[in-house]
């Protein structure tokens, strides 16, 4: 199978190149990727030789067209991803986010191939702490920040092209990742590398809001477990039953790592900045079989955090240029 992952050389995609190099050997892959600030062609080192790789963007028309006339089916995970900068400056995101996505659409529409669309629990907007429910495939599009509000575009493309053209699709949206070679924007990597770097963890606000974590290579299985046994036109929820509230989070990377519990700082809180995310993941494990193979987050935090202490030269470069931004945004 001809695959042409978007966003390979991004955190979860270039995850998701590496263990299909270990886990399907058989499938050929082509990565599209515009190297944005988020983009690492490093994290590609170790398959160079085994891949395509394709410097572009996806919302370059022509080449997408031409990409995607030569595949058999894409794996969509190219976005603008961070929330804080879709604060700062929404225009990427429509960008990267909504057209792009469009004219990936467009180009399987025209070339009858198959697509799988990446997105994320932030489109359902957030829930109460105290809330029983969690977010099901059912629960209603009501994203808060530009970024959830691009995404949650997307996935409503996808499903009008599943409705109006009959396209090959199915979607994803899974809850926050965590793992090797994630950009030191993101809350866990910029604490980890900062105190490898002994600066203090910094809590937005009081640190009470949850999130469901989930480690990267079990998103990716279940992306494969969707690719392999889920059912075209259908929207799968992914997650781990993960849910952890950021100062729960802080104190166990202090804990890992050898520092004093009271050894953080707050900063300023995000705007808008949403409660809780919580995923009700059932739908794909009754029709796939699959479940997350990092049952504990103490183990997968344990693994991240020797990654990052033996990649310093991946990260070091990206960490004063991001830490620069959130000086100014006081964060
Ligand atoms: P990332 O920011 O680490 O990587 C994104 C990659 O996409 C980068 O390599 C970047 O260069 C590339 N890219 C951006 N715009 C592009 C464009 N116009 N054309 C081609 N390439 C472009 O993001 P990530 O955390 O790996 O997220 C990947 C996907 O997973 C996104 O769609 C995101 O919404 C979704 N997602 C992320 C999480 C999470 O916790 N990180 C959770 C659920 C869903
Ligand atoms: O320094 C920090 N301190 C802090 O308390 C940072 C960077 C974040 N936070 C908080 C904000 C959030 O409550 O930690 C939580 C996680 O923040 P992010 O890593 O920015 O993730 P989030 O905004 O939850 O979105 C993530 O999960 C869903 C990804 O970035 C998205 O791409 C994905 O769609």
């Given at each position: 199978?001809?695959?042409?992952?978007?966003?390979?050389?991004?955190?979860?995609?270039?995850?998701?190149?590496?263990?299909?190099?270990?886990?399907?050997?058989?499938?050929?892959?082509?990565?599209?990727?515009?190297?944005?600030?988020?983009?690492?062609?490093?994290?590609?080192?170790?398959?160079?030789?085994?891949?395509?790789?394709?410097?572009?963007?996806?919302?370059?028309?022509?080449?997408?067209?031409?990409?995607?006339?030569?595949?058999?089916?894409v794996v969509h995970f190219a976005a603008e991803s961070h929330n804080d900068n879709s604060l700062d400056d929404p225009w990427p995101f429509?960008?990267?986010?909504?057209?792009?996505?469009?004219?990936?659409?467009?180009?399987?529409?025209?070339?009858?191939?198959?697509?799988?669309?990446?997105?994320?629990?932030?489109?359902?907007?957030?829930?109460?702490?105290?809330?029983?429910?969690?977010?099901?495939?059912?629960?209603?599009?009501?994203?808060?920040?530009?970024?959830?509000?691009?995404?949650?575009?997307?996935?409503?493309?996808?499903?009008?092209?599943?409705?109006?053209?009959?396209?090959?699709?199915?979607?994803?949206?899974?809850?926050?990742?965590?793992?090797?070679?994630?950009?030191?924007?993101?809350?866990?990597?910029?604490?980890?590398?900062?105190?490898?770097?002994?600066v203090k963890p910094k809590l937005y606000g009081a640190g009470a809001n949850v999130r469901d974590w989930i480690h990267v290579d079990d998103?990716?299985?279940?992306?494969?477990?969707?690719?392999?046994?889920?059912?075209?036109?259908?929207?799968?929820?992914?997650?781990?039953?993960?849910?952890?509230?950021?100062?729960?989070?802080?104190?166990?990377?202090?804990?890992?790592?050898?520092?004093?519990?009271?050894?953080?700082?707050?900063?300023?809180?995000?705007?808008?900045?949403?409660?809780?995310?919580?995923?009700?993941?059932?739908?794909?494990?009754?029709?796939?079989?699959?479940?997350?193979?990092?049952?504990?987050?103490?183990?997968?935090?344990?693994?991240?955090?020797?990654?990052?202490?033996?990649?310093?030269?991946?990260?070091?470069?990206?960490?004063?240029?991001?830490?620069?931004?959130?000086?100014?945004?006081?964060?």
């Amino acid at each position: 199978m001809k695959v042409l992952v978007t966003g390979g050389a991004g955190f979860i995609g270039s995850n998701f190149v590496l263990r299909i190099r270990e886990t399907r050997p058989d499938w050929q892959l082509t990565v599209i990727d515009a190297l944005t600030y988020a983009g690492n062609r490093d994290s590609l080192a170790t398959v160079e030789g085994d891949i395509t790789f394709v410097e572009g963007s996806i919302a370059d028309a022509a080449l997408v067209d031409r990409l995607v006339a030569g595949t058999d089916l894409v794996v969509h995970f190219a976005a603008e991803s961070h929330n804080d900068n879709s604060l700062d400056d929404p225009w990427p995101f429509m960008e990267s986010n909504i057209i792009g996505t469009y004219c990936l659409l467009e180009a399987v529409r025209r070339h009858d191939k198959r697509i799988h669309h990446i997105s994320t629990d932030e489109v359902y907007g957030d829930l109460e702490l105290d809330d029983p429910n969690r977010f099901t495939e059912t629960t209603p599009v009501n994203p808060s920040s530009p970024y959830s509000a691009s995404k949650a575009s997307a996935d409503l493309l996808v499903r009008a092209w599943i409705r109006s053209f009959g396209l090959k699709a199915t979607l994803s949206n899974c809850s926050n990742n965590y793992g090797p070679r994630q950009h030191v924007e993101k809350f866990i990597p910029r604490q980890i590398t900062g105190i490898l770097e002994d600066v203090k963890p910094k809590l937005y606000g009081a640190g009470a809001n949850v999130r469901d974590w989930i480690h990267v290579d079990d998103h990716n299985d279940a992306v494969v477990a969707i690719i392999e046994g889920g059912r075209l036109g259908e929207t799968y929820l992914i997650g781990a039953d993960g849910e952890q509230n950021n100062s729960q989070i802080i104190a166990l990377l202090l804990e890992l790592m050898g520092k004093p519990a009271d050894w953080f700082e707050h900063v300023n809180d995000r705007p808008g900045h949403d409660m809780r995310y919580a995923i009700d993941s059932s739908k794909l494990r009754a029709e796939t079989g699959w479940t997350p193979k990092y049952q504990d987050i103490r183990a997968g935090l344990t693994q991240t955090i020797e990654w990052y202490r033996d990649n310093e030269a991946w990260w070091k470069g990206a960490k004063a240029a991001t830490e620069k931004t959130y000086e100014r945004l006081g964060r």
